[in-house]
């Protein structure tokens, strides 16, 4: 399998950062829900750094992910107009979400006045001073947007196995090997 990704094909490069994603944003979003149903316990707070840690992950992870799509070619989407219209904005849709995610979280902390720790190599700095008002407004946003995330990975997965098992074509395939 080549690296790169090809006119028909994702390179291994690209499938990596697909699937590990994936399992990254399903799990930030299953702990982001769990955690918050918690009571206050340290339990709740070891989850809630494991949280942000992991987020942050996503966030360098996205940085990565951005770079090698566009010093990429991607493959080309053979589908009617409307269908490519729509897995394109379903996709850029994502990426929206993976920037959006990160940066809201790390609002809500920065806000609280708490700290963002990267696996205890570094500390991020606070984005605003500490605000009440702001914290809680990007608390309901970040709930809204992982509410946005997973309508969003629902309506991707369901179509990609229509065009597995319904319309018996490639593309599923071409994001595994
Ligand atoms: C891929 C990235 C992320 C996803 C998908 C995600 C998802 C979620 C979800 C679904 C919740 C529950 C919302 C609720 O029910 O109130 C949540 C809560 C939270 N997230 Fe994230 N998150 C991400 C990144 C981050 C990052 C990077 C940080 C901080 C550095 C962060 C900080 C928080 C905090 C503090 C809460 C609790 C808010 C509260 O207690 O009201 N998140 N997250």
Redesign the pocket.
């Known amino acids: 399998m080549q690296l790169k990704n090809s006119e028909n094909h994702y390179g291994i490069i690209a499938i990596s950062l697909h699937w590990l994603m994936a399992i ?2 399903i799990g ?6 769990y ?3 918690l009571p206050i316990s340290l339990e709740k707070l070891k989850l ?1 750094g494991w ?6 992950l ?2 360098l992870l ?1 940085i990565i992910r951005l770079v090698w799509r566009f010093t990429n070619i991607t493959p080309r989407l053979s589908l009617p107009l409307l269908e490519k219209f729509a897995a394109r904005a379903v996709h850029w849709a994502f990426y929206g ?2 920037i959006a ?9 920065s806000a ?1 006045g ?1 700290p ?1 720790s990267f696996f205890g190599l570094f500390v ?1 700095p606070n984005l605003v001073e500490p605000n009440d008002h702001l914290m ?1 407004l990007c ?2 946003i ?2 809204y ?3 946005g ?2 309508a969003t990975i629902i309506l991707h997965v369901a179509a990609a196995l229509k065009h597995h098992f319904i319309n018996k074509d490639d593309i599923l395939r071409r994001m595994l090997s």
């Open positions: 990254l944003l930030m979003l299953s702990l982001g829900l955690m918050t149903g809630y949280h942000k840690e992991y987020g942050i996503a966030l996205l979400f993976m995610m990160p940066l809201t979280g790390w609002l809500i902390s609280a708490l963002v991020l809680k608390g309901e970040h709930e947007l992982g509410y995330l997973i």
